[in-house]
Antibody
Framework: QIQLVQSGPELKKPGESVKISCKASGYTFTNYGMYWVKQAPGQGLQYMGWINTETGKPTYADDFKGRFVFFLETSASTAYLQINNLKNEDMATYFC?????WGQGVMVTVSS | DIVLTQSPVLAVSLGQRATISCRASQSVSISSINLMHWYQQKPGQQPKLLIYRASNLASGIPARFSGSGSGTDFTLTIDPVQADDIAAYYCQQSRESPPTFGSGTKLEIK
C-alpha cells in the first residue's frame, strides 16, 4: 500500500536550519510529484509548493520562496524539505503529500 | 489562485444531518468533471480523503458521508452525524495549480 513516512519532531532555535524527510513506498516514486503543506498551530492547511520527482525541479508558493528548499534522494524514494534561518512563524506541522496520500506530519518547534 | 471559502464552524446534534459548504472563486469543473475534493482532519492526524471529484466516496469511508456540487458550489453532507465525526473538514481543488484548500470547517456537537 502507498505510504509516506516522515521524520520525527524537531526542536530548533531561531536562525537554525531543519531538514525534514518524507520516504515514499508502495508506488513508483518518480511517477508522481511530491507536495508540501504547512499547518500552523490551530490553523488550516497552507500549500507550500511541490517538487517534480522526475526532474527534481521545485516550485515554491510565493510565501515560501527564499528560505525553503525542496530536494530529493531519488534512489531512496525520499523527498526533503529544508528550512533555513528558522523564524518563530515557521513553528508548525509540515506534511508531505502525494495527493490524496499524506505523511503523518512533522512538528517543528522554534524556541530560544 | 482559486480561493475556496468555507464557514469556520458548524454545530449539529448527534444523529442529525451536517451540511458543510465550499464556494470557489471560479469554476473548478472541466466538462462534467468536478475537481473538488473533501478531507477530514482530526487533531494530531494528517488529513484523510473522504470524497474525490465532488461526489465519489473514497475507499473505506462510511456511506453516511456524501458530496455534491459543480462549478463553484460544493457540499459535503454527513448524515447521520456520529461522535467520531468531530473534526475539521477541508475542501481542496485540483482544477488549477496551485492546488488550494478551503480554510476548514470545524464540526462541533450541539
Amino acid at each position: 500500500q502507498i505510504q509516506l513516512v516522515q521524520s520525527g519532531p524537531e526542536l530548533k532555535k531561531p536562525g537554525e536550519s531543519v531538514k525534514i524527510s518524507c520516504k515514499a513506498s508502495g508506488y513508483t516514486f518518480t511517477n508522481y510529484g511530491m507536495y508540501w503543506v504547512k499547518q500552523a498551530p490551530g490553523q488550516g492547511l497552507q500549500y507550500m509548493g511541490w517538487i517534480n520527482t522526475e526532474t527534481g525541479k521545485p516550485t515554491y508558493a510565493d510565501d515560501f520562496k527564499g528560505r525553503f528548499v525542496f530536494f530529493l534522494e531519488t534512489s531512496a524514494s525520499t523527498a526533503y524539505l529544508q528550512i533555513n534561518n528558522l523564524k518563530n512563524e515557521d513553528m508548525a506541522t509540515y506534511f508531505c503529500a502525494r495527493f490524496p496520500y499524506w505523511g503523518q506530519g512533522v512538528m517543528v518547534t522554534v524556541s530560544s | 489562485d482559486i480561493v475556496l471559502t468555507q464557514s469556520p464552524v458548524l454545530a449539529v446534534s448527534l444523529g442529525q444531518r451536517a451540511t458543510i459548504s465550499c464556494r470557489a472563486s471560479q469554476s473548478v469543473s472541466i466538462s462534467s468533471i468536478n475537481l473538488m475534493h473533501w478531507y477530514q482532519q482530526k487533531p494530531g492526524q494528517q488529513p484523510k480523503l473522504l470524497i474525490y471529484r465532488a461526489s465519489n466516496l473514497a475507499s473505506g469511508i462510511p456511506a453516511r458521508f456524501s458530496g455534491s456540487g459543480s462549478g463553484t458550489d460544493f457540499t459535503l453532507t454527513i448524515d447521520p452525524v456520529q461522535a467520531d465525526d468531530i473534526a475539521a473538514y477541508y475542501c481542496q481543488q485540483s482544477r488549477e495549480s496551485p492546488p488550494t484548500f478551503g480554510s476548514g470547517t470545524k464540526l462541533e456537537i450541539k
